[in-house]
């Protein structure tokens, strides 16, 4: 990481953009920095250059501030009873190529667009099914879909019934 204030703005805003157009290629949701910073997101073998795992979570945190654009969230580290943190103190993380509030822009305009208001759809119709074949949310982390659909929630815009393995969302 570059030392002068100017050109580290710089340089982080060219991190993001990579590690945005490279999780959005792969469709990667969630990021595990442990594991990423050995792959060829971090890592040029050719020239002989990383990004070292301290790099990565300051690149990381930074996405995750306002100056960031929001562009990625920590994850909880459920295992060590850790609760939701902002800092980098995580090592896993949501990549948002796109935020939840377009995931739901989009689910909403597909379901505005084949008449699927007042339908009850699984999650994993939604996801997996051939009638989304085509949608930039096929296959998408259900998770993270959980997050979107909660943004239509709030709006009055749908409803999530269901138990965890069988979540049902009704549009409106």
């Known amino acids: 990481m570059q030392p002068a204030a100017a050109t580290r703005q710089s340089q982080l805003h060219s991190w993001s953009a990579l590690i945005q157009a490279y999780c959005r290629h792969h469709r990667i949701f969630q990021l595990s920095l442990i594991e990423a910073v050995d792959t060829e997101l971090f890592w040029n073998k050719r020239l002989g250059k990383r990004l070292s ?3 990565a979570k300051e690149v990381l945190g930074w996405m995750c501030k306002p100056e960031g654009g929001e562009r990625a969230e920590w994850i909880a580290d459920k295992a060590a009873g850790r609760g939701k943190t902002k800092d980098a103190g995580g090592s896993r993380a949501w990549i948002y190529w796109k935020r939840p509030e377009e995931w739901a822009g989009l689910v909403e305009g597909w379901v505005d667009a084949t008449g699927q208001k007042n339908t009850v759809l699984t999650l ?7 009638a989304t074949r085509d949608q930039e949310f096929y296959g998408m982390d259900l998770e993270l879909l959980q997050k979107s659909l909660q943004i239509l929630v709030k709006r009055g815009k749908a409803q999530i019934f269901g138990t965890e393995d069988q979540l049902g969302v009704k549009f409106f």
């Open 124 to 130: 994993y119709e939604l996801t997996e099914s051939d």
């Open 53 to 55: 795992l301290t790099d």
